[in-house]
């Protein structure tokens, strides 16, 4: 870098919002932090540029080193996937924005790194409600489907009442009928028994 240009570069590094790393994923070094990174993770310098990458990654060193691979082939690179460890407390969500930079002969990333725990916890909270509508959803989904077949079965029993009394009213009206027909028979009988008690 000319000498131009690393006053600049060094006053941005020291006073930018971002936390900046510099990274050599080969040899699990890191070689710079700006005192944002430092503070965002809570190491000093002397302890974060001390510390193995593989120790700001823990289990993740085969990701790094894919993301670097990555970076170096197309001049730039961002994931989401790589969790940071701070000097206390859990692994913190992070997204990083990384590019190639030399660093005397020596092919380095230059990391740009933002705090994602505000993102994934409402990233997770968007997919619990999301969870909770679907829950809902199919919920009310069985509760149609419930009460569509309690309708069905409820019309169902309808219908076998309706034919029933149907068939009950014509069997009523056969009946009447018969017991019409049948008055109708006994009123010339009874006529002659009339006469005859008259003589």
């Given at each position: 870098?000319?000498?131009?240009?690393?006053?600049?570069?060094?006053?941005?590094?020291?006073?930018?919002?971002?936390?900046?790393?510099?990274?050599?994923?080969?040899?699990?070094?890191?070689?710079?932090?700006?005192?944002?990174?430092?503070?965002?993770?809570?190491?000093?310098?002397?302890?974060?540029?001390?510390?193995?990458l593989s120790a700001l990654?823990?289990?993740?060193?085969?990701?790094?080193?894919?993301?670097?691979?990555?970076?170096?082939?197309?001049?730039?690179?961002?994931?989401?996937?790589?969790?940071?460890?701070?000097?206390?407390?859990?692994?913190?969500?992070?997204?990083?924005?990384?590019?190639?930079?030399?660093?005397?002969?020596?092919?380095?990333?230059?990391?740009?790194?933002?705090?994602?725990?505000?993102?994934?916890?409402?990233?997770?909270?968007?997919?619990?409600?999301?969870?909770?509508?679907?829950?809902?959803?199919?919920?009310?989904?069985?509760?149609?489907?419930?009460?569509?077949?309690?309708?069905?079965?409820?019309?169902?029993?309808?219908?076998?009442?309706?034919?029933?009394?149907?068939?009950?009213?014509?069997?009523?009206?056969r009946f009447q009928k018969?017991?019409?027909?049948?008055?109708?028979?006994?009123?010339?009988?009874?006529?002659?028994?009339?006469?005859?008690?008259?003589?």
């Amino acid at each position: 870098m000319p000498d131009s240009m690393e006053r600049p570069f060094q006053q941005i590094f020291a006073y930018t919002n971002d936390a900046i790393f510099i990274i050599d994923p080969a040899r699990d070094a890191i070689l710079e932090a700006n005192p944002k990174a430092c503070a965002m993770l809570g190491y000093s310098r002397e302890e974060a540029v001390s510390l193995l990458l593989s120790a700001l990654c823990p289990g993740e060193m085969s990701s790094v080193k894919t993301f670097a691979q990555t970076v170096f082939e197309y001049g730039q690179g961002w994931t989401n996937a790589l969790p940071l460890a701070p000097k206390a407390g859990q692994p913190m969500p992070a997204e990083m924005s990384a590019v190639p930079v030399d660093m005397d002969g020596v092919r380095c990333l230059l990391v740009l790194v933002r705090d994602a725990t505000d993102i994934k916890q409402v990233e997770e909270a968007l997919r619990k409600t999301s969870d909770e509508m679907e829950q809902v959803m199919e919920e009310k989904t069985l509760e149609l489907r419930t009460a569509h077949e309690i309708l069905k079965e409820q019309a169902l029993l309808r219908s076998v009442a309706e034919k029933a009394l149907r068939k009950a009213e014509k069997e009523l009206r056969r009946f009447q009928k018969m017991v019409g027909d049948g008055q109708a028979v006994s009123q010339p009988g009874r006529r002659e028994a009339d006469d005859s008690s008259r003589r």
